[in-house]
T-cell receptor, first 115, second 113 residues
């Protein structure tokens, strides 16, 4: 069966510090990978998605970046965090096959508080 | 741009029926999803509609009208554990990307005894 893990689950960082969130998927190959952010009381905002190693599409201009060094690894980074980066970050994957429904499978989430 | 609208909050009584509406205006459409999200947790999949009509799955049903850009989620025999946010999401393709899901802001449902 397929599983997805992301870490850390919770972190508190000062403004201006770097960020690295990591996500790995097991039990499938060639997945589409996604990073979403959910601000308090708001919906999920798509930040990045990837259809393959080294292929990243950015949805929203910001000071975050994403990388996919391996097929089932997706990393969200920042060189200098802003207060507005606080939120609940969710990694997700879906099957690559277009014939599939495209259902997203989410990781447990990472709650970031920037002080 | 893409627009997905759903009510912010709803309340209902245990054992009752509630309908959560979702309207969308998107540049592409390849299916509509409903997810449930309990506070502080990741969303979990509830239903998927790609053709017009009703999909039933136990106490949950979802309806889609593509011509009207409209969907609803129907929850029957409400239980206290159904208190959660319900997210409507539309699958692309959008602007050159396929298999992207864009989410509405979610409807926070509170079930009271």
């Amino acid at each position: 069966s397929q599983t997805i893990h992301q870490w850390p689950a919770t972190l508190v960082q000062p403004v201006g510090s770097p960020l690295s969130l990591e996500c790995t998927v097991e039990g499938t190959s060639n997945p589409n990978l996604y990073w979403y952010r959910q601000a308090a009381g708001r919906g999920l905002q798509l930040l990045f998605y990837s259809v393959g190693i080294g292929q990243i599409s950015s949805e929203v201009p910001q000071n975050l970046s994403a990388s996919r060094p391996q097929d089932r690894q997706f990393i969200l980074s920042s060189k200098k965090l802003l207060l507005s980066d606080s939120g609940f970050y969710l990694c997700a994957w879906s099957h690559r096959d277009r014939a599939n429904t495209g259902e997203l499978f989410f990781g447990e989430g990472s709650r970031l508080t920037v002080l | 741009g893409q627009n997905i609208d759903q009510p912010t909050e709803m309340t209902a009584t245990e054992g009752a029926i509630v309908q959560i509406n979702c309207t969308y205006q998107t540049s592409g459409f390849n299916g509509l999803f409903w997810y449930q999200q309990h506070a502080g947790e990741a969303p979990t999949f509830l239903s998927y509609n790609v053709l017009d009509g009703l999909e039933e799955k136990g106490r949950f049903s979802s309806f889609l009208s593509r011509s009207k850009g409209y969907s609803y989620l129907l929850l029957k025999e409400l239980q206290m554990k159904d208190s959660a946010s319900y997210l409507c999401a539309v699958r692309g393709p959008f602007s050159g990307g396929y298999n992207k899901l864009i989410f509405g802001a979610g409807t926070r449902l509170a079930v009271h005894p």
